[in-house]
């Protein structure tokens, strides 16, 4: 079966070619804008939604699969940093401290679309404004939800996690799995087939 990911995400590539799914690669231009007074929770889950809607309605016969990861602390939805000061703010906020991590997994076909939230709790160990610094200097927490990257330099910075690694890294395998099979799609330790 075709499989199309709806993301531009480069991780979200590698995780899905790492258990062996062939797959397009077509992001979705949505506006991820949240809505006024919008929690974190249904905020991811309607961008995933969204963006699987957008790629499916071009693709109908497609297993179409996206996602969204938002880091929430204090109820706040961290996105990617503005710029260097932004990322800095942000690193100091989840200094020492426990944040959550949530990914929405998107599953379309046609028109039907399945979504499923993981939520991971995680937990940074204390970091210093030079630590913080030289980190913000690698690059890599420009283009990442709450400025840190858990498969690169910023696994440093994590001491612990409570839940599934692969989430907190963009994509639930497992839960991706489990949303194609509840659609009549079969995963065969490599290609998905219907039926």
């Known amino acids: 079966m075709r499989v199309i990911l709806a993301s531009q995400s480069p991780r979200r590539r590698e995780l899905l070619s790492l258990i062996g799914v062939d797959h397009d690669v077509q992001p979705a231009d949505i506006d991820e804008t949240p809505f006024p007074d919008e929690a974190p929770i249904p905020h991811t889950e309607r961008l995933a939604r969204a963006k699987a809607q957008v790629i499916a309605s071009r693709a109908p016969d497609a297993l179409v699969i996206a996602a969204d990861t938002i880091v929430v602390i204090d109820g706040d939805i961290l996105g990617k940093p503005a710029d260097i000061a932004e990322a800095r703010t942000m690193l100091a906020r989840l200094s020492g401290r426990t944040h959550e991590v949530c990914t929405a997994m998107a599953v379309a076909i046609g028109e039907q679309v399945l979504t499923e939230v993981v939520r991971v709790a995680v937990r940074f ?11 913000v200097n690698t690059g890599e927490p420009m283009d990442k939800a709450g400025a840190y990257g858990i498969q ?24 991706v799995v489990q949303l194609a099979e509840r659609m009549g799609v079969q995963y065969h330790f490599g290609p998905l087939r219907r039926g």
Do not use: K
């Open 125 to 135: 160990r204390p970091l210093s404004a030079e630590t913080i610094s030289r980190y």
């Open 152 to 175: 690169g330099f910023g696994a440093t910075l994590v001491e612990h996690i409570d839940g599934d690694y692969f989430a907190v890294m963009g994509l639930s395998l497992v839960t």
